[in-house]
């Protein structure tokens, strides 16, 4: 260790209350803790322990010490960690929150492919509703990285790249609107809607994009997750608007047809991979990122070429 061994005697004996109960713990003759602890005593001018019939117990310089010496600990067993990683970049853990419908779209395809090149790397994913209970696990350090929709600035949270990615028309393939190249929101309003409810952001773009038509927008399905969207469309409820990410695989499935809108003044969604502000990125969790950031520049251009407007390239902005 790269401090003195006093630090791990004094953290033992204040856990233990005894110096015979450290030694043995610490397998080191008790004999030579007490007179390491005696000399710091001396050179500090304090005692840092009071001798009682049965233990020790520590002084007000002690508990100073003490919280001293535990983040000198913690600090210490990070940069072991770190310095572990440098010799063996492939290995570690990737936690990441995303959306339900990132989940369930491009992230399968996207985490199988990287563990294939990197398989000693494990990834913890879990998905949430909102943007908000995908910001919240970041900041508090639950998960290292975070991707999701129409994320809003917060702090404590450093953006690492943004995607614009546009809505469009979700419909049954054999739908007649699926015959055409684009489709406008006017046709749209002529049809069943099936939409997420207004406590997600998707649902904002939406109510955003059809404000222009003057016209109510009463959907005959309202549903909390974009999962059960699909699940409703593929089954001929209605029709509806997602981004092309959450169907993609339907969509190559043929379950489901995308459609872009001619609609001009529809605002794209903002697609952020984030992670928490002033925490530096481990060595897996580095290579899983930038790996992504390729994966969903490739596939958003892909569906550029094939059609899909606004789909923007991925701004890195984690300088």
């Known amino acids: 260790m790269l401090h003195s061994r006093k630090l791990l005697y004094i953290d033992e004996i204040a856990r233990t209350g005894s110096i015979r109960k450290a030694a043995a713990k610490l397998n080191v003759a008790s004999s030579a803790i007490n007179r390491q602890i005696i000399e710091l005593e001396d050179e500090i001018g304090a005692a840092l322990f009071e001798r009682l019939p049965r233990g020790l117990r520590l002084t007000s310089a002690g508990e100073l010490y003490v919280e001293h010496i535990r983040d000198v600990i913690k600090s210490y067993q990070r940069l072991e960690s770190r310095v ?8 570690g ?15 399968p ?25 995908t910001l919240n696990p970041v900041s508090v350090g639950e998960v290292d990285i975070g991707i999701g929709l129409n994320i809003p600035a917060s702090p404590g949270i450093r953006t690492l790249a943004v995607f614009d990615v546009p809505i469009g028309a979700v419909l049954p ?3 007649p609107l699926a015959r055409q190249a684009q489709v406008s929101l006017a046709e749209l309003l ?15 773009v939406i109510d955003f994009a059809f404000a222009p038509l003057s016209v109510p927008v009463e959907p005959v399905i309202e549903t909390n997750t974009t999962e059960a969207v699909k699940q409703f469309v593929r089954a001929g409820a209605g029709v509806s608007l997602m981004n092309p990410l959450d169907i993609i695989h339907e969509c190559e499935r043929g379950e489901l047809a995308f459609r872009p809108l001619s609609d001009p003044h529809v605002k794209v969604q903002q697609m952020k991979v984030f992670a928490r502000a002033r925490t530096p990125l481990d060595s897996a969790t580095s ?33």
């Open 109 to 133: 395809v996207i985490v199988s492919k990287f563990l294939a090149r990197h398989p000693r790397v494990k990834i913890f994913i879990r998905n949430d509703i909102g943007s908000g209970t």
């Open 93 to 107: 853990k990737v936690r990441i929150v995303t959306t339900t419908g990132l989940a369930a779209g491009p992230m």
């Open 173 to 175: 393939p054999g739908h």
């Open 190 to 204: 002529q049809e069943r809607l099936v939409l997420v409810m207004k406590s997600l952001s998707l649902r904002e």
């Open 287 to 319: 290579l899983f990122v930038e790996f992504l950031l390729a994966e969903l520049s490739s596939l958003l251009a892909s569906l550029s070429a094939q059609g899909v407007k606004s789909v923007g390239p991925g701004v890195n902005l984690d300088e």
């Open 84 to 91: 572990k990683a440098l010799k063996m970049p492939d290995a």
